[in-house]
């Protein structure tokens, strides 16, 4: 794999992805959209990975899209451009494997939205977040009008959306944008340490509460617990739930141990 502006590192079960273009504070060009998704494609095919890590090098995790790619766009480009980042994220969104954003720095714009398509945010205490478009004349492109009013209510999401204005990481925590907040030297190792704690479940059936859980809080209650009760069923088809309930009934454990089938 060729890529210029992203590291991709596997540790056992783990894939650390690093958003890599510093002196441009990682900002999201198409080049940097089209390797993530050719990232999250090797990835998906991978099946040793059980867990994912997104961060960014230097002091941004992602400072937006790429303003200098942007500035000349017209319509058409622009639509496209948005079109690009909404594909990728929703990709990765769908990924069926967990992914944890690492929030390193600036969490900006595209950056805020590469982060909301991730399961779970965690971010150093050093970080900055926000949706600054409007500010550029724009909206949020890459999903911010929707993610973001997902996760933390219509009110803040509008807040933050209108005034363009950073919060830091305890208002992103006091918000729920964030689910934890540490030092900035710890942050990799707590991601690291989160994600090795999910991955030694049994990676089938986190898998499926991910699916269930994407698929459920777009629909209504009924739909969403009929999808609940047939993943549930189809856990019942692995020889992880076998071994796993056999294990525990042997007063043993499998975490750590399971096969992933
Ligand atoms: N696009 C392109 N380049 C960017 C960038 C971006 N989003 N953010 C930072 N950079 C570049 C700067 O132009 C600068 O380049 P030069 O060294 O060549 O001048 C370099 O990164 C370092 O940035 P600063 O000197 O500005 O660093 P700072 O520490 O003084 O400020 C910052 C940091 C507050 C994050 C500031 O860089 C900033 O405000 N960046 C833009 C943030 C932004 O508006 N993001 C939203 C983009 S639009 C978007 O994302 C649309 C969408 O939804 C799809």
């Known amino acids: 794999m060729n890529l210029k502006n992203i590291i991709l590192e596997k540790e056992g079960k783990i894939a650390l992805v690093t958003l890599n273009r510093p002196k441009a504070l990682n900002a999201l060009n198409s080049e940097t959209l089209q390797e993530l998704d050719i990232v999250i494609e090797d990835i998906e095919k991978d099946s040793s990975i059980c867990a994912v890590i997104i961060t960014g090098a230097g002091k941004s995790f992602v400072a937006g899209a790429d303003i200098s790619e942007m500035k000349d766009m017209n319509v058409i ?33 595209g950056g805020c939205e590469l982060a909301m398509s991730c399961d779970i945010r965690i971010a150093s205490t050093k970080a900055k977040f926000g949706q600054p478009e409007v500010g550029l004349g724009i909206t949020p492109g890459f999903g911010g009008t929707q993610r ?11 807040e933050l959306i ?4 950073m919060i830091d990481a305890t208002e992103a925590y006091r918000i729920g944008l964030v689910n934890k907040v540490f030092e900035p030297e710890t942050l990799i190792e707590e991601a690291k340490a989160l994600a090795t704690t999910i991955a030694n479940n049994a990676p089938v059936a986190v898998k499926l509460s991910k699916v269930a859980i994407n698929k459920g809080i777009q629909t209504d209650i009924d739909t969403a ?15 992880d ?8 009934l042997n007063k043993k454990s499998l975490v750590g141990n399971f096969k992933n089938k």
């Open 77 to 109: 480009e622009g639509r496209k451009f948005g079109i690009l980042g909404n594909k990728v994220f929703r990709r990765l969104e769908n990924l069926e494997k967990p992914v944890i954003a690492a929030l390193n720095g600036f969490t900006l714009g």
């Open 241 to 248: 739930q076998k071994e796993g309930m056999d294990a525990f």
């Open 225 to 239: 617990l009929s999808y609940e009760s047939e993943v549930f069923g189809t856990c019942f088809s692995t020889e």
């Open 162 to 165: 209108y005034t363009a204005k």
């Open 148 to 158: 973001l009013a997902r996760l933390v209510g219509m009110g803040a999401a509008k």
